[in-house]
């Protein structure tokens, strides 16, 4: 179990390694480790996210937001 802190807004990505990624309507996007619930890293972006994350095959995450941003995040 995990806390955002406010409503989950977007669909919940898994990378190869077990995290997993999620935006809440708070505009965070967090890295939590799905075997312990336990937050890894958490980034503040500038618009609400409302799509899942795509993961690239070299590991970096991309998540579009309202503010029309598309983020790259590795």
């Known amino acids: 179990e995990f806390d955002s802190g406010s409503?989950?807004?977007?669909?919940?990505?898994?990378?190869?390694?077990?995290?997993?990624?999620?935006?809440?309507?708070?505009?965070?996007f967090y890295a939590i480790r799905a075997s312990t619930g336990a937050q890894n890293w958490s980034l503040a972006l500038t618009g609400t996210i409302s799509i899942?994350?795509?993961i690239s095959p070299?590991?970096?995450?991309?998540?579009?937001?309202?503010?029309?941003?598309l983020n790259a995040v590795k």
Not at 7 to 28: E, F, R
Not at 61 to 68: E, F, Q
């Open 52 to 54: 899942g994350a795509a």
């Open 58 to 69: 070299d590991g970096t995450l991309y998540v579009g937001t309202s503010d029309n941003k």
């Open 7 to 28: 409503p989950i807004s977007a669909a919940t990505v898994l990378g190869s390694d077990g995290t997993l990624y999620v935006g809440n309507a708070s505009n965070n």
